[in-house]
């Protein structure tokens, strides 16, 4: 099939797929996607829409004898479609379930706080900062019993997918916890060697 035609098709295939979130383009789209796909996390529908126009654009670039960097964008397209279709999707099911008074000020001042604790964790020494990694990771094992918990109360099975991801993200903060304090302890250790 020449270039052309495809770019045709895919163009159509695009403007079809986000067609019914035309009028959320200002939306902020809360996901972290691969660097290979988009170059920011968090920024606003229209901004993600830009970017898969450009890989269109890419793509009407080039001739017809260039079917590996056809077949590259062609699969870059087709990811970013998936990955950006997954987020919106995320986001409607999670604004269901979320209570309308969290908005997405209070998410905003919430990761503002988090970063502050973060720079805060930091400064502190070697040996202090393992015992705040240990009472995080006393926290987040809490936090995980509860959401399972949640997850067994749960009615609907939109109720039990939401507490189902939010098991997952916080285990996946458990371990980045651990690899943490494993990495401190083992530079720790080495100090003391010395």
């Keep these: ?93 999670d604004s269901t379930l979320q209570p309308s008074s969290s908005t997405q000020n209070s998410q905003k001042r919430h990761a503002s706080e988090r970063q502050q604790m973060q720079n805060a964790l930091y400064q502190l020494p070697p040996r202090e900062r393992l015992a705040k990694y240990y009472e995080f990771l006393l926290q987040l094992n809490e936090i995980i019993e509860n959401n399972q918990l949640a997850f067994y109360q749960a009615r609907s099975d939109q109720e039990k997918q939401y507490w189902s991801k939010k098991t997952q993200i916080t285990r996946q903060r458990h371990d980045h916890c651990q690899e943490a304090i494993d990495l401190l302890e083992e530079y720790l250790s080495t100090i003391t060697e010395e």
């Design 1 to 93: 099939m020449p270039t052309s035609s495809l770019h045709q098709q895919l163009r159509q295939t695009v403007r079809s797929l986000f067609s019914s979130y035309q009028t959320q383009r200002d939306q902020q789209i809360l996901a972290k996607f691969d660097r290979t796909l988009f170059r920011d996390d968090f920024a606003q529908l229209k901004d993600y829409l830009g970017e898969i126009e450009q890989t269109l654009a890419q793509l009407a670039k080039l001739s017809d004898n260039t079917q590996p960097q056809t077949d590259f964008y062609s699969q870059k397209l087709l990811a970013q479609c998936h990955a950006l279709i997954d987020a919106l999707q995320r986001q409607d099911t």
